[in-house]
């Protein structure tokens, strides 16, 4: 048996397809390189949610249904409970995403997508003393997100580095949270019981991941004359470089492609502190020649993470919320497979393989 169920085929999907040989990303026949950067996010999930729900509106009125939805999960959870923002982030928004109903139309879809991405700003603000701010009618996801953070409204380049992250996160093949959503909607159970299921899965280390870390590790690097000894001191030591490497993808992962040309276009226009760029960009070719020599065998390349801890702090997301803005752009993911998975009216209910001990005679 495999360990993991690494290599088992599990489910069958149009949704997305990650060749890890290829280092290549197919969100339902587009390709990442084609949709990241130029897409906003609720045109990737209208193309995720197509045959899956009923009367799916066309992509204008698909988006104001969007927006709607986050006027109407803000205006259900105001006032919101103080006691939330003594959680984690991810705690707090998993509590309040358990509230919403249970149902699997697409006003339940547009709820549950709406929801993180409302909750999470007002977590933020509430755990800075700040007041929740309220979804602005007429904004994308993305540009309503930015302003209920910061109580302001973004510019366009922080707008589109948002959208590409949502885009670029928002599907990736049978990953743990995906298949955790898949199972619960495979036993009928509504689209909340699996996007609170996922988010369960997703916020472990191993997947949900720890962009935070990185920065962990720029700051410990400190300066740019400090990154080849501090490296090299962490290698010899066994340590592991964060950002680098990754289970499936033996090539250059895809997704820090995406991310790395939308935080070129941030610095480019100064919408980043170019020193923390400079000191990243420097840290990350100084840790590619240092991990060839150390593996020489193993290919370890950038990896999503990365560019996520730089994009996501050039937006001001606090480096603790870093995975609850991952399931942000997820939820549509996890929601469109949980629909393919009931279409199949099938329950998924593998068998396991009994190693214990042998009854005892009666
Ligand atoms: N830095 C230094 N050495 C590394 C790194 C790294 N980032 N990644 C792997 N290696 C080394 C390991 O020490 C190991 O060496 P060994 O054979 O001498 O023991 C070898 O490469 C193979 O490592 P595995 O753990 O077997 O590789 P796996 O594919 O299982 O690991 C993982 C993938 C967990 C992402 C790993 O590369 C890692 O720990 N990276 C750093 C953390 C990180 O960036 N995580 C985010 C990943 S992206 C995501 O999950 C969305």
Redesign the pocket.
């Known amino acids: 048996m495999a360990g993991g169920l690494e290599d088992v085929i599990a489910a069958e999907t149009v949704l997305s397809d990650v060749d890890g040989l290829a280092g290549r990303l197919v969100i339902r026949g587009m390709p990442l390189e084609a949709i990241a950067g130029s897409w906003r996010y609720e045109d990737v999930l209208h193309l995720l949610f197509e045959g899956f729900f009923d009367a799916l509106p066309a992509p204008t009125e698909f988006t104001a249904a969007l927006a709607a939805a986050r006027a109407e999960v803000f205006t259900a959870l105001t006032p919101f409970d103080p006691t939330l923002a003594d959680l984690p982030n991810y705690d707090g928004m998993r509590a309040l995403m358990a509230r919403l109903p249970d149902g699997t139309d697409l006003a339940s879809a547009l709820r549950l997508v709406a929801a993180p991405g409302v909750i999470v700003p007002a977590l933020i603000r509430m755990t800075e003393g700040k007041s929740p701010v309220a979804p602005t009618p007429g904004l994308t996801h993305a540009a309503d997100i930015l302003a209920m953070l910061a109580d302001a409204a973004a510019n366009a380049e922080r707008v589109a580095a948002l959208d590409t992250y949502l885009v670029t996160v928002a599907d990736?093949g049978l990953?743990a949270s995906t298949f955790t959503a898949r199972v619960v909607a495979s036993t009928q159970a509504g689209l909340a019981s699996s996007v609170v299921a996922a988010l369960g899965a997703l916020k472990g280390p191993?997947?949900?991941?720890?962009?935070g870390?990185?920065l962990d590790m720029l700051d410990a690097v400190g300066s740019v004359e400090n990154a080849a000894p501090w490296i090299a001191g962490?290698?010899a030591r066994?340590?592991?470089?964060?950002?680098?490497?990754?289970?499936?993808y033996r090539v250059r992962?895809p997704?820090a492609d995406a991310l790395s040309r939308a935080i070129d276009r941030l610095r480019s226009t100064g919408n980043a502190d170019v020193t923390r760029m400079s000191l990243a960009l420097k840290v990350e070719s100084i840790?590619l020649e240092a991990?060839k020599r150390?593996?020489p065998d193993?290919p370890?390349a950038t990896?999503?993470?990365?560019y996520?801890a730089l994009l996501l702090e050039a937006l001001g997301f606090p480096r603790d919320t870093f995975t609850s803005v991952f399931a942000i752009g997820r939820t549509g993911g996890w929601i469109a497979h949980a629909r393919e998975q009931a279409t199949t009216g099938k329950l998924i209910r593998p068998k396991s393989s009994y190693v214990g001990p042998t009854p005892l005679a009666a």
């Open positions: 990736h990953n191993l997947h949900g991941g720890a962009p870390p990185v962490e290698l066994g340590q592991r470089l964060m950002g680098f490497g990754h289970r499936i992962d997704r840790a991990l150390h593996k193993r370890l990896n999503v993470e990365f996520t």
